[in-house]
């Protein structure tokens, strides 16, 4: 563990930050690993290098991509850089003992974001716990039969995308039927973990040093002691919206996409790879839709979209776009009240309103 204050962290791995980005925008990994093996020559600790570097260079990454300072090339190489220079700070730190028990750390199934899931599991091993790291995309039924063979103290589950909510929630529910209590952790949940306590989850953490926090401190029996129908912890789903949306959801964005052509007329002028973007984004627009709707909260979907016209006026597409969507979304959905309330409050983010 470390002995630097907060201050003192931030002063040692700021300039150490700007030489790994250069590294890994130039894509020479050796480079960036040099970086961190000659910090940890100098004195960083193992897990200051994962947290205080790695991790704030990774999000930064992020960024880059979102303003289209990064390509989608440039920023999964700079991803998979980063994953091989945490494996090696693992062969390089190997933990001190298993001593404290064992914890699984998995992605949600369909969340293929792993690396704030790989940081927490390598923090976790060099504070002295055996670790099974699952990886991206962890199949709820594979993990609930990986916790029945291996017994597990705790299973922390990372999402990174809102959308994943509604898989979570049923990942959540079957480790606590399977007697394992759940740490969430990841944007997904809400930058104050509002969506991990609303599914369920028996401890959330904002990053992966509180993570490791709170297992060290352990979180008992499971809440949830069987399983349930999500409509037990969420009881707006029975106006069945939520169902309705994410069933319909091809057909929602076929029929938006093609009623584009009269409503923006711009896109009677796409090439065939614009359309299919354009339905890439109006399939995102329902999957918030819907997800908004299995957690009932507004702000998830009116952030989304605000998020959505920053990204699309970064590369050039004007965000004005989203309104005539919106507008579409909303003639199927008309007898659907939350629904409906979700794009007019949508709608009126992307205009001020």
Sequence with gaps: MTTRTPEETVTAAGPLRALLWD???????????DVLFAALDDGLSAEEALLDVIGPVQAEVGLGWAANRLSVVQEHAATAMNDRIIAALAHRSPPPGEGRGRIAVACVEGEWHALPARLLAETLRLRGWRVDFLGAQAPTPHLIAHLHQTGPDLVALSSSIPTRLPTAH????????????????????????????????????P??????????????????AALHEPVDDLPHLADQEYTLVSRGRTRLVRETVDGLD?????????????????????????????????????????????WTAGILEARGVPARSLTPALELLAEPLRD?????????????????G
């Design 23 to 33: 590294a890994l925008l130039a894509g020479d990994e050796y480079a960036a690993a």
């Design 170 to 205: 049923a990942a959540i529910t079957a480790c606590q039927a399977a007697g394992v209590p759940v740490l969430a952790g990841g944007a997904a949940f809400g930058a104050d973990g509002r969506y991990a306590r609303l599914l369920g989850a028996d401890g959330w953490a």
């Design 207 to 224: 990053d992966a040093r509180a993570a490791a926090d709170v297992a060290a401190g352990g979180l008992g029996v499971p809440s949830g």
């Design 262 to 306: 009269d409503r923006f007329p711009a896109m009677r002028g796409y090439t065939e790879r614009q359309r299919e973007r354009t339905a890439e984004d109006i399939a995102h627009i329902v999957d918030f839709l819907a997800t908004a709707l299995y957690v009932d909260d507004d702000a998830l979907f009116t952030s989304f979209l605000v």
């Design 336 to 352: 659907f009240p939350r629904a409906t309330r979700l794009l007019q409050r949508g709608g009126a983010a992307l205009t001020g």
